[in-house]
């Protein structure tokens, strides 16, 4: 799976936002029709799982027009229940081996936090990508542990896999994690969120 997730060209790994809005499925369309989107995270905390299959079949049909890998935080039952790409973990979930079970040939990201021990373990353990932050403060991770630049440049040089970085990120600072070694950078807060800008501009702010 590895090499399939390093072909992919654009930028952004999409997450959504804690809550599905009224007008979200919309939105989604219009933000992954402008091509810079590879991954697109479902990662909705305190809901009933019952709520997340309903959205996470609405949110696949969407992906899948757009080409966009679909990704479920923390869950890969979950993810083979709706037939996701893959999933994401968080070293308080269950780990890649487990996850492996479940959705076989999947892609399967870890976070790594600012850490070489967890990214060595995550790479050795076969994840298909390692995400690395929080770089900047963040509303979707406020108590997040503080990533720095260091670790990308690290990553770069004695890891072989995709690195997605995360926190805080906006228009004004992500191109300093893309030259330190980030191949995509996460972003939430920014696109559904943000006080100035629609989802489907805020998204074209990324190139």
């Known amino acids: 799976m590895v ?3 390093r072909s992919l060209k654009r930028l952004v790994y999409l997450i959504s936002p804690n809550k ?9 369309e219009k933000v992954l029709s402008s091509k810079r989107v590879s991954f697109f995270q479902l ?7 019952n709520l997340i299959i309903k959205a996470a079949k609405k949110i696949k049909k969407i992906t899948k027009k757009n080409k966009v890998k679909f990704i479920i935080n923390d869950d890969s039952k979950l993810a083979k229940k709706v037939n996701a790409d893959g999933c994401h973990v968080g070293q308080l979930d ?8 479940d959705i076989g040939e999947g892609t399967i990201g870890v ?5 070489k021990e967890l990214a060595l373990k995550a790479s050795k353990d076969n994840a298909d990508y390692l995400a690395f932050g929080s770089f900047f403060k963040s509303s979707l991770k406020p108590k997040a542990k503080k990533a720095d630049l260091k670790i ?3 990553a770069k040089k004695n890891i072989k896999k995709p690195i997605v970085v ?9 191109k300093k994690l893309i030259k330190a070694g980030a191949n995509y950078i996460a972003i939430s807060t920014f696109i559904w969120n943000n006080p100035l ?4 501009v805020a998204i074209r702010k990324f190139k």
């Open 3 to 5: 090499s399939s997730v």
């Open 111 to 115: 976070t790594c936090h600012n850490s």
């Open 94 to 101: 269950n780990m890649v081996s487990s996850a492996r079970k």
């Open 197 to 200: 800008l629609k989802p489907e």
């Open 152 to 154: 990308l440049f690290w």
């Open 43 to 49: 990662r909705l905390k305190n809901k009933s799982k």
């Open 166 to 174: 995360i926190g805080g990120i906006t228009d004004k600072n992500y």
């Open 20 to 28: 599905i809005y009224s007008s979200f499925y919309k939105d989604l």
